[in-house]
């Protein structure tokens, strides 16, 4: 079955940095393309990040541009979410999830994976 497991997460500093991965299974990874999404309590799931099936264009949101780093090894069907001076109001589950093309849009995804908490202090 399909399975997206994300790890990485944890407490930080305000100003650090943070590596999330999202490990694939139970179908072609290198078919689809990626997203990170967030959800802070009591908000809604926000999109952070999408990359395309290879790599070649990623997309981010405006709260995290020039901070967050979508990236993806097809080799080890496993995709990345860098993080750099991370600000408390980063703080929130992150999950992965996969969709036939790059989107924007929870409904848009078919797969999600369970999340990973990240909490920054300030």
């Known amino acids: 079955q399909v399975q997206l497991v994300e790890s990485g997460g944890g407490l930080v500093q305000a100003g650090g940095s943070l590596r999330l991965s999202c490990a694939a299974s139970?179908?072609?990874?290198?078919?689809?393309?990626m997203g990170w999404f967030r959800q802070a309590p009591g908000k809604e799931r926000e999109f952070v990040a999408a990359?395309?099936?290879?790599?070649?264009?990623?997309y981010y949101a405006d709260s995290v541009k020039g901070r967050f780093t979508i990236s993806r090894d097809n080799t080890k069907n496993t995709a990345y979410l860098e993080m750099n001076s991370l600000k408390p109001e980063d703080t929130a589950v992150y999950y992965c999830a996969a969709a036939p093309n790059t989107a924007y849009d929870l409904p848009d995804y078919d797969y999600w994976g369970q999340g990973t908490q990240v909490s920054v202090s300030s």
């Open positions: 139970g179908y072609t990874f290198s078919s689809y393309a």
């Open positions: 990359i395309r099936w290879n790599g070649d264009a990623a």
